[in-house]
């Protein structure tokens, strides 16, 4: 499959080096030679220097008749344009970064209708429900949803006084529909086993039914840990933007500082009781004054990833480390450093949006994919197709590699936790954890 990417920034290089992995024939097409350099020294992809948005570099045979179109460069008009042009030069499917907020609120069906964008990236957007996701449920240091909300995944840091560690799998109660499916541990990833228990620091993943899921997790919450009634957010971008009036809608106090004025007045229209403060989040006296001591959580959302890193280790400090803190990164290669010094939750804007191309580029029945530990590892929901070698096989018979775990399914309108004994059939919707290098070997299986 070739697959073309227009734009040759930093989500168009994390694309292209997710589905070089992946063994696609990739394309990276920037009218900037700089921001090419990376890429060829890097990456085993073809870079072409051109104009992703003209007529003669559709017309170009490595481009003309590919199977998808990528275009993420930092114009959203060059974007749709980039993407007509594609379908009128036999290019099958198109994504486009889209990162006008209005666009995507007033106009998204209008843009896949009438501009042939198949798949619509706003990667701030996909930060801002994605932290709204985690901070609404408890303990969470990343949730999704799979299967149209049927299945929940629920990742968490073991604490050194849970009730859970050092208990051998066979011998953990765990509630009924929820499964223990990936441990990572010194940057490993652990399928575990029976003999297998957790261990303080242990990065563990849990998978199962939304309900039981939610009890679950409210169980691990630490005795000492407050509800979410306050959050301070630094940085009124888009991606703050978003977010403060999500929270704000389910009654969480928001506060949210930036020092441009017409983003704080941007934000303040979209807010009912949440307050918009024009003020240097660096500022240890403004933070101070505006109650950073009584925050439960600190996000901080500037585009500025060292400055995001400042500020949530300021805001430990001056809470005496009782908020938590969330930190939105532009580069995926800081996300693991981050959590070595003490930040609670680093998301990668990246990382979210390339796995959503990622799922689209697989397609032969893959539904979606999340991105783990850095893509270290995935979880990936797929479609069992007919003819596939999983399918009407008992799974404990059925060869899929050490690296992969069937860790749940939804047949018709149920969904279940599978055991060795499981027979799936075309049409159920599996979610799956792989180790990220095994994944086109691992996906065969499903198809």
Same mark, same amino acid.
């Given at each position: 499959?070739?697959?073309?990417?227009?734009?040759?920034? *930093?989500?168009?290089?994390?694309?292209?080096?997710?589905?070089?992995?992946?063994?696609?024939?990739?394309? %990276?097409?920037?009218?900037?030679?700089?921001?090419?350099?990376?890429?060829? +020294?890097?990456?085993?992809?073809?870079?072409?220097?051109?104009?992703?948005?003209?007529?003669?570099?559709?017309?170009?045979?490595?481009?003309?008749?590919?199977?998808?179109?990528?275009?993420?460069?930092?114009?959203?008009? %060059?974007?749709? %344009?980039?993407?007509?042009?594609?379908?009128?030069?036999?290019? *099958?499917?198109? !994504?486009?970064?889209?990162?006008?907020? *209005?666009?995507?609120?007033?106009?998204?069906?209008?843009?896949?209708?009438?501009?042939?964008?198949?798949?619509?990236?706003?990667?701030?957007?996909?930060?801002?429900?994605?932290? +709204?996701? !985690?901070?609404?449920?408890?303990?969470?240091?990343?949730?999704?949803?799979?299967?149209?909300?049927?299945?929940?995944?629920?990742?968490?840091?073991?604490?050194?006084?849970?009730?859970?560690?050092? $208990?051998?799998?066979?011998?953990?109660? &765990?509630?009924?529909?929820?499964?223990?499916?990936?441990?990572?541990?010194?940057?490993?990833?652990?399928?575990?086993?029976?003999?297998?228990?957790?261990?303080?620091?242990? +990065?563990?993943?849990?998978?199962?039914?939304?309900?039981?899921?939610?009890?679950?997790?409210?169980?691990?919450? #630490?005795?000492?840990?407050?509800?979410?009634? =306050?959050?301070?957010?630094?940085?009124?971008?888009?991606?703050?933007?978003?977010?403060?009036?999500?929270?704000?809608? #389910?009654?969480?106090?928001?506060?949210?500082?930036?020092?441009?004025?017409?983003?704080?007045?941007?934000?303040?229209?979209?807010?009912?009781?949440?307050?918009?403060?024009?003020?240097?989040?660096?500022?240890?006296?403004?933070?101070?004054?505006?109650?950073?001591?009584?925050?439960?959580?600190? $996000?901080?959302?500037?585009?500025?990833?060292?400055?995001?890193?400042?500020?949530?280790? &300021?805001?430990?400090?001056?809470?005496?480390?009782?908020?938590?803190?969330?930190?939105?990164?532009?580069?995926? /290669?800081?996300?693991?450093?981050?959590?070595?010094?003490? $930040?609670?939750?680093?998301?990668?804007?990246? &990382?979210?949006?390339?796995?959503?191309?990622?799922?689209?580029?697989?397609?032969?029945?893959? $539904?979606?994919?999340?991105?783990?530990?850095?893509?270290?590892?995935?979880?990936?929901?797929?479609?069992? *197709?007919?003819?596939?070698?999983?399918?009407?096989?008992?799974?404990? /018979?059925?060869?899929?590699? =050490? /690296?992969?775990?069937?860790?749940?399914?939804?047949?018709?309108?149920?969904?279940?936790?599978?055991?060795?004994?499981?027979?799936? #059939?075309?049409?159920?919707?599996?979610?799956?954890?792989? #180790?990220?290098?095994?994944?086109?070997?691992?996906?065969?299986?499903?198809?």
């Amino acid at each position: 499959m070739r697959i073309v990417i227009v734009g040759a920034g *930093q989500l168009g290089y994390s694309i292209a080096e997710l589905l070089s992995r992946e063994r696609f024939e990739v394309v %990276v097409v920037d009218h900037d030679e700089s921001q090419l350099e990376a890429v060829k +020294n890097t990456l085993d992809v073809l870079a072409v220097t051109a104009n992703g948005a003209s007529p003669i570099t559709m017309n170009d045979p490595d481009i003309k008749g590919a199977d998808i179109l990528i275009a993420v460069t930092s114009s959203d008009e %060059v974007n749709m %344009v980039a993407c007509i042009l594609a379908k009128k030069h036999e290019i *099958q499917h198109t !994504i486009a970064r889209i990162r006008d907020m *209005q666009f995507m609120s007033e106009a998204k069906e209008y843009l896949k209708e009438n501009f042939d964008i198949d798949l619509m990236l706003n990667p701030e957007l996909i930060t801002a429900s994605e932290i +709204n996701r !985690i901070l609404m449920t408890p303990a969470a240091l990343d949730v999704e949803d799979f299967a149209h909300g049927k299945i929940r995944l629920f990742e968490t840091k073991v604490h050194r006084k849970s009730s859970l560690i050092r $208990v051998p799998f066979k011998d953990l109660r &765990l509630p009924p529909g929820v499964l223990a499916g990936m441990i990572f541990r010194d940057h490993r990833m652990i399928i575990p086993h029976g003999d297998d228990c957790l261990l303080p620091h242990d +990065n563990a993943y849990f998978i199962g039914i939304p309900e039981e899921i939610e009890k679950f997790s409210k169980s691990l919450v #630490q005795r000492d840990a407050r509800k979410l009634h =306050r959050v301070l957010i630094i940085g009124a971008g888009r991606a703050g933007r978003a977010l403060a009036p999500m929270l704000d809608a #389910q009654g969480v106090q928001v506060k949210i500082i930036d020092k441009d004025r017409e983003r704080c007045r941007m934000v303040a229209e979209f807010l009912e009781n949440g307050i918009s403060i024009c003020g240097d989040g660096t500022d240890i006296d403004l933070l101070t004054e505006e109650g950073i001591s009584d925050a439960d959580v600190v $996000v901080c959302l500037t585009e500025d990833d060292k400055l995001n890193l400042m500020l949530a280790l &300021l805001a430990r400090h001056l809470s005496g480390n009782k908020c938590r803190t969330v930190v939105r990164v532009s580069r995926s /290669e800081y996300v693991e450093l981050m959590e070595k010094v003490g $930040v609670d939750i680093v998301l990668s804007a990246r &990382l979210l949006s390339a796995a959503e191309v990622l799922a689209f580029a697989r397609r032969g029945g893959v $539904v979606a994919v999340s991105l783990l530990e850095g893509a270290k590892a995935e979880a990936v929901e797929v479609i069992v *197709q007919p003819g596939a070698p999983v399918a009407g096989k008992k799974l404990m /018979e059925a060869n899929l590699p =050490r /690296e992969c775990l069937v860790c749940a399914y939804v047949r018709g309108e149920e969904a279940m936790i599978p055991n060795g004994h499981t027979v799936l #059939q075309p049409g159920d919707r599996a979610i799956l954890f792989i #180790q990220t290098k095994f994944a086109p070997e691992v996906m065969k299986y499903f198809k």
